[in-house]
Structure formats: C-alpha cells, structure tokens
C-alpha cells in the first residue's frame, strides 16, 4: 500500500498559548461546585429538620395533661350541658389559677397540699374568630355546687358555698361543672396555672407594664412600687395581681379589675413586638407556656395550643372584651358574693349565642361611695327590657390602663 503523503490537520488537543486558560475544564469544575453546594445544602435541610423535631419534642414534653379530669368528666357526660350548644365553631377555655401551696409553691405559706381556684375566667372565643370575651367569676360568690368526686374517692354533697371551694373539694372537674351548671355554657377546653407557672410565664416575655395609681408598700405581697407607669416581671408581678387588702378599697373588685388589666397589657405586648413572628422570641414563650400550665387532653399539645395561639393572635386587641360576671353583696353576709339577676343570665346567654356583650369603662369612685347615676351596686345598667341585654362595666384590651389615669 502507498503511503499516503496527505497532510492532515494536527490531532494535539493542547490549546494554543492564547487561549482563555481553564476554558475546556469549567464545565466539570462547575458541576463539582454545583454538587457540593447541592450536598450542603442537603446538611442544612437535615440539620434543621432534626433540630425542628428536637424542639417539638421538648416542647410537646413540657405540657402536662390532667387525664383524671378527662376521665372524670367523661364520666359525667350526661350532666354536662351538649356540645351543640351555642354557635357552632364557638370554644370556651376555663382558665383556672391555682393556690396550690406544694412543691415550689410552698414558700407562699398555707397548707401544703391544699388549693382553691384564686382566680377563674371564662374565655370565649367567638365561631369568626372575631372577637373574645373574659370573663372572671368572682372566687367568692355563692354558687350551688353539684356533688363532685374528691381526691380520696368519696363524693361531696351538693350544697351552696363560695365558688372557689368547688376546686378544693373535686378540683377542676368541680369547678368546670359549677361554671357549665351556673353558665348552661359547655367548656370544652381548661388550662391550670399556679403561682410559679405565672412568674414562669411573665418572665418570658420580658415583664408586663401596669399603671400603679398609688404607691404601693406590701410586705405581704412582696411589693415595693412607686406610683406610675413601669414594668413587673415575676414575683413583683404575682404579688400585683394577687394583692388584695392593701390595694384601693381591698375588695375582690378592684382586684378582679386589676388582673383583667394585666391580661389587657400582656395582650398588648404580645402583639405589639410581634412575639408570635420571631423565633427568638417565640421559643422561651412557648417553653415556659408548655412548662407552666397543665390542660385537659383536647389542648395539651404542642399543636393544639399553637392553634390556640394563631387564633388568638387574629383577633384585634379592640376586640378582647374583659368584664366581671354581675355580683353583689351576698344577702346573708356582706362578705360574700351573690349574682344579679337577670344581668347575670342575660350575659352567659350572649355568650352561648355567640354574641359579645356591650361594654362601658368602670366608673371610678372614691372608696366608700356608692354606684355611679344609672347602675346598679354591682356597675351593671339595668336593661330597658326584659329581653334586652344590658351594659356591663369592662374594658377592651387595646385600652391603656394609665391612660385612665
């Protein structure tokens, strides 16, 4: 065969000396780039997805939940008022403060062991999500107390008494059937906090700010507070809604107004530096919250209770009503408490037809003067009507207690 002379192109893949240097080898070193950032970011996801996990699982093992109220009620299902009753969509969430004296409560005195409910308030919480309305049911009020099954398994008698012995004598399982008895409104959901739960929880948030009218110097209650505008955290701040003879007129009243005003300021705050929105600030809210109460089965989860929260969260500041079921002196011992009739009725019936009841600022009366033109001794104005629903003494949470001042 003859050798073939032709010339042929060069097959030396070497680039010229003027070529852009790395041009042929970008390719590959791009997809080795795309691969780590892509092997990263895979880090990343997994990371955080187990970080997630951990803290929802800490934080669903804080919450406590009370299955012996659960089963205590179920077993009276047939006394409790139906589930269909009211609107449909509606909740109501009995709030229960605990004086309960053990474990780290012990150092505010008492018997150990012992408890009543020192502070109550419904909470309702309308179908639209609204509106809601707080009301706090006076711990000294006569009520009928139904027959409640007690700690060592006997049973009480039903009898009239003062409504926050219902707690000491069947705990909460008591108390939530004398409220469905006395309301006709069914609770489907309650949430117990204690003294130490409280501090827990106000510290979370930095402190609530209150408007202190007049000095206070309560050994006590351990309060030591200048007149005006400041914020309480903790101890200062238990001892500010606990408080009694040495503030104002020391009746239950003024301190029923107080809490309602504490509450108004917490929501305030909550909303204001948008808590709910920033994690960092969002995750020892929700520990102390899930560390500090203790809730029946339908709310004692993570989940259920951010739910809550976001339903909460929705609902304006304007249109978070707080008021004091309608009392008087009890007629058998001024002090005692006794409900006003038909306010008292007229106003548990708005809540089960899931409609807010009209509210006016308190009246401020020097201490010792009577109600104000217009309204009975419990601040209630009488309804033109019968059927007519009348004005309750409130406040709204968006109103800013020094402001009154």
């Not at 970080?51 to 929802?56: K, R, S, T, V």
């Not at 009995?94 to 474990?103: A, V």
Request: aromatic share 6%.
């Amino acid at each position: 065969m003859a050798e073939d002379d032709t010339e042929h192109p060069p097959t030396d893949r070497t680039p010229p000396e003027n070529a852009p240097p790395g041009r042929p080898g970008r390719p590959r070193r791009r997809r080795r780039w795309l691969m780590i950032t892509a092997g990263v970011v895979a880090f990343l996801l997994v990371a955080t997805g187990v970080l997630l996990w951990i803290a929802y699982r800490k934080l669903d093992g804080n919450i406590r939940t009370d299955s012996a109220t659960d089963r205590l009620l179920a077993k009276l299902e047939a006394e409790r008022p139906s589930r269909s009753a009211g609107a449909d969509g509606a909740e109501n969430i009995l709030l229960i403060g605990s004086d309960d004296r053990s474990g780290a409560n012990s150092s505010y005195g008492g018997e150990a062991g012992t408890q009543r409910s020192d502070t109550t308030i419904l909470l309702h919480l309308a179908a639209d999500r609204k509106h809601a309305t707080a009301v706090s049911i006076p711990r000294d009020v006569m009520v009928t107390v139904p027959s409640c099954e007690k700690p060592d398994g006997s049973r009480s008698k039903p009898g009239t008494m003062q409504f926050n012995w219902a707690f000491e004598l069947g705990g909460p399982a008591c108390s939530i059937r004398t409220v469905e008895q006395l309301s006709g409104i069914r609770i489907d959901h309650y949430v117990i906090l204690d003294f130490s739960g409280f501090k827990t929880m106000v510290d979370a948030i930095g402190g609530v700010e209150v408007c202190v009218p007049q000095a206070i110097h309560d050994k006590d209650a351990k309060l030591d507070l200048p007149a005006g505008r400041q914020v309480l955290h903790g101890e200062q701040a238990l001892g500010y809604v606990r408080a009694r003879e040495s503030l104002g007129d020391g009746s239950d009243t003024q301190r029923m107004g107080r809490q309602q005003q504490f509450l108004a300021s917490l929501i305030r705050k909550v909303q204001s530096q948008g808590v709910l929105l920033n994690p960092a600030k969002l995750w020892p809210v929700l520990d102390a919250a899930t560390s500090s109460v203790k809730a029946d089965g339908g709310l004692s989860s993570l989940g259920a209770l951010y739910d809550l929260t976001q339903d909460l969260r929705g609902i304006p500041s304007r249109d978070v009503v707080f008021l004091t079921a309608p009392r008087r002196p009890y007629r058998y011992d001024s002090d005692r408490d006794e409900f006003v009739q038909p306010q008292t009725t007229q106003l548990f019936d708005a809540l089960r037809a899931d409609r807010p009841p009209a509210v006016r600022p308190p009246a401020v009366r020097p201490p010792g003067a009577g109600a104000s033109p217009g309204a009975g001794s419990d601040g209630v104005t009488a309804s033109p009507s019968a059927g007519a629903s009348p004005t309750f003494e409130g406040r709204t949470a968006d109103v800013d207690a020094c402001a009154q001042h």
